[in-house]
Nanobody, 120 residues
Framework: QVQLVESGGGLVQAGGSLRLSCAASGRTFSDSFMAWFRQAPGKEREFVARISWSAGNTYYSDSVKGRFTISRDNAKNTVLLQMNSLKPEDTAVYYC?????????????WGQGTQVTVSS
């Protein structure tokens, strides 16, 4: 059974930092994209960042580029999201997701989410 378990969310002041973790288990993700999405109250879920598990190639949304960094720890089967220079508009539930493979057009596996709240 595939499991993605997020942790690291919390309350932080604007300009602060948080690091989110996503522990992945239940299958091999060597040919998967791992990603972070977020959903703010009253808004649709939006893409934040993506990384290819094997090569480590990354891609970011314009709203977080230069402030957030996605990475993975192969030994621990964990994906990280380092969030710096946080803004109140970054407040959302953050979700970890994984694709079945590099050819998949959607993300098949999702975590339960972790709340990030940025106060002004």
């Amino acid at each position: 059974q595939v499991q993605l378990v997020e942790s690291g969310g919390g309350l932080v002041q604007a300009g602060g930092s948080l690091r989110l973790s996503c522990a992945a288990s239940g299958r091999t993700f060597s040919d998967s994209f791992m990603a972070w999405f977020r959903q703010a109250p009253g808004k649709e879920r939006e893409f934040v960042a993506r990384i290819s598990w094997s090569a480590g190639n990354t891609y970011y949304s314009d709203s977080v580029k230069g402030r957030f960094t996605i990475s993975r720890d192969n030994a621990k089967n964990t994906v990280l999201l380092q969030m710096n220079s946080l803004k109140p508009e970054d407040t959302a539930v953050y979700y970890c997701a994984a694709s079945r493979n590099y050819l998949a057009s959607t993300f098949a596996y999702w975590g339960q989410g972790t709340q990030v709240t940025v106060s002004s």
